[in-house]
């Protein structure tokens, strides 16, 4: 095999490797926008904490709980926690008045959240079915989309020097 084929080969791995990237962070922000169309009142809504949580997590993810308030009923959206006797979980329970809506793993792919305790929001939601929300402009979910679009970016380089170099190799590989 000769050693441009080699750098093309490279160079067409490195560049599927860096689309992966791209394609997740255009996905994850098509999906954050498809979830607002359906989304038709918004509402403020508040930061009432941010937590580490002690087990099922790393020790440096943070979660984001908030609250949001529709016809004088109150939606506090919490992270999943199986054990039911969890802090969280004893904390912010249902009642007449309140509903818990629990989102799994990491609020918007992040271990930190962005969001700090206290700090107010724009909660979008369904009129027909106010448990269906999004936080407008999420600070969380659109970092994630960046990251893995500024990532994929900066990897697509790879394929490019190695296509360029492809040009100027000579010889044979392993002769």
Not at 12 to 37: H, P
Not at 79 to 97: C, F, G, H, Q, R
Not at 109 to 121: A, H, L, N, P, V
């Amino acid at each position: 095999m000769s050693s441009r084929v080699l750098f093309l080969l490279i160079a067409g791995v490195s560049f599927v490797f860096a689309s992966i990237f791209l394609i997740i962070g255009i996905i994850y922000e098509k999906i954050y926008q498809n979830n607002m169309k359906d989304c038709d009142k918004e509402v403020e809504g508040e930061v009432l904490e941010v937590t580490k949580l002690n087990f099922g997590s790393r020790l440096t993810d943070t979660y984001v709980i908030y609250q949001y308030i529709v016809n004088n009923h109150k939606y506090i959206v919490k992270p999943y926690i199986l054990l039911k006797n969890a802090d969280i979980n004893l904390k912010y329970t249902d009642s007449e008045n309140v509903t818990c809506i629990t989102y799994m793993g990491r609020h918007g792919m992040s271990g930190q959240t962005k969001y700090r305790t206290g700090e107010d929001i724009i909660v979008k939601y369904n009129s027909n079915n106010p448990k269906r929300h999004e936080i407008l402009n999420d600070k969380d979910k659109i970092f994630a989309s960046k990251v893995f679009k500024i990532v994929g970016k900066i990897l697509m380089i790879l394929p490019l020097i190695f296509f360029i170099v492809s040009f100027f190799a000579k010889g044979q590989v392993g002769s």
